[in-house]
Nanobody
Framework: QVQLVESGGGLVQAGGSLRLSCAAS????????MGWYRQAPGKQRELVAA???????DYADSVKGRFTISRDNAKNTVYLQMNSLESEDTAVYYC??????????????WGQGTQVTVSS
């Protein structure tokens, strides 16, 4: 069974930094695109950043220049470096990954979420 496990969330002051990690475990053949989403209270889940298997990236306008997504394919892990954090970045952050498993060639998996709280 494939799992995505996130870590690195927490409480930080405005202007500070956090680094989120998300590691995939289990039996699978390949990980395609990986991404980070977030959901603030009362709001819909939104894309923060995504990265393809060859390293192409995409960012929400609200985080461009402040957040950086990266991945280590050898460790099956995706990272989100968050700098210059703002109170508006407060949310539960979820990672996802499109994975080729024994069940299907492409399945979308989600992590359990990690809370990021930015105090002003």
């Amino acid at each position: 069974q494939v799992q995505l496990v996130e870590s690195g969330g927490g409480l930080v002051q405005a202007g500070g930094s956090l680094r989120l990690s998300c590691a995939a475990s289990g039996i699978f053949f390949r990980i395609y695109e990986m991404g980070w989403y977030r959901q603030a209270p009362g709001k819909q889940r939104e894309l923060v950043a995504a990265i393809t298997s060859d390293g192409s990236t995409d960012y929400a306008d609200s985080v461009k220049g402040r957040f950086t997504i990266s991945r280590d394919n050898a460790k099956n892990t995706v990272y989100l470096q968050m700098n210059s954090l703002e109170s508006e970045d407060t949310a539960v952050y979820y990672c996802n990954a499109e994975i080729h498993t024994t069940v299907a060639p492409r399945l979308l998996y989600w992590g359990q979420g990690t809370q990021v709280t930015v105090s002003s």
